[in-house]
T-cell receptor, first 106, second 113 residues
Framework: DAKTTQPPSMDCAEGRAANLPCNHS???????VYWYRQIHSQGPQYIIH???NNETNEMASLIITEDRKSSTLILPHATLRDTAVYYC???????FGAGTRLTVKP | NAGVTQTPKFQVLKTGQSMTLQCAQD?????MYWYRQDPGMGLRLIYY???????DKGEVPNGYNVSRLNKREFSLRLESAAPSQTSVYFC????????????FGEGSRLTVL
């Protein structure tokens, strides 16, 4: 099994922040957490990654707890085009799990 | 920039036939990966190549073989296709074994009748 666990689905209202959680309680000290999303059946697309500190880029923010056992991906102003399956993975593990299906609603 | 290119994009096989899925990347990446994705499921790792000249099994290697032909190319072969191998196959690459984000191809949709 993958090292990460995520809720199977979430809804979010358009324009609101989407907060997607991920548990990775067995992560090692030097393993990065990466987030990807997959729209329809396209190849997954990289979003963001982090090790210990919070990270932000033009797509999203990543909050990692101090004990590194969980993280949250934040899409600050979700749009309909953000409807997708979101995956978090521990980079050394390379296993994706089932991800979270985010549905952004008008 | 082409990135990761997979061929073919679509293929229909009969049970017992063989075929090879081709993957090439033009980003000078060392590590390459093959995943499969069944309907409504996440991606499962079949095989990977951490660097040129090496290959290793992933979660679901049975029924598949791989060849890292050179640094650019990583092929996946089905010797005797089975209906259970009907899936979408994704190739991915990244800088190194534990370095960098994965770049994915567009996928190859395989149906085995």
């Amino acid at each position: 099994d993958a090292k990460t666990t995520q809720p199977p689905s979430m809804d979010c209202a358009e324009g609101r922040a989407a907060n997607l959680p991920c548990n990775h309680s067995t992560i090692s000290g030097n393993e990065y957490v990466y987030w990807y999303r997959q729209i329809h059946s396209q190849g997954p697309q990289y979003i963001i990654h982090g090790l210990k500190n919070n990270e932000t880029n033009e797509m999203a923010s990543l909050i990692i707890t101090e004990d590194r056992k969980s993280s949250t991906l934040i899409l600050p102003h979700a749009t309909l085009r953000d409807t997708a399956v979101y995956y978090c993975i521990v980079i050394d593990d390379m296993r994706f799990g089932a991800g979270t299906r985010l549905t952004v609603k008008p | 920039n082409a990135g990761v290119t997979q061929t073919p994009k679509f293929q229909v096989l009969k049970t017992g036939q063989s075929m090879t899925l081709q993957c090439a990347q033009d980003m000078n990446h060392n590590s390459m990966y093959w995943y499969r994705q069944d309907p409504g499921m996440g991606l499962r790792l079949i095989y990977y190549s951490a660097s040129e000249g090496t290959t290793d099994k992933g979660e679901v290697p049975n029924g598949y073989n791989v060849s890292r032909l050179n640094k650019r190319e990583f092929s996946l072969r089905l010797e005797s296709a089975a209906p259970s191998q009907t899936s979408v196959y994704f190739c991915a690459s990244r800088t190194g074994p534990n370095t960098g984000e994965l770049f994915f191809g567009e996928g190859s949709r395989l149906t085995v009748l």
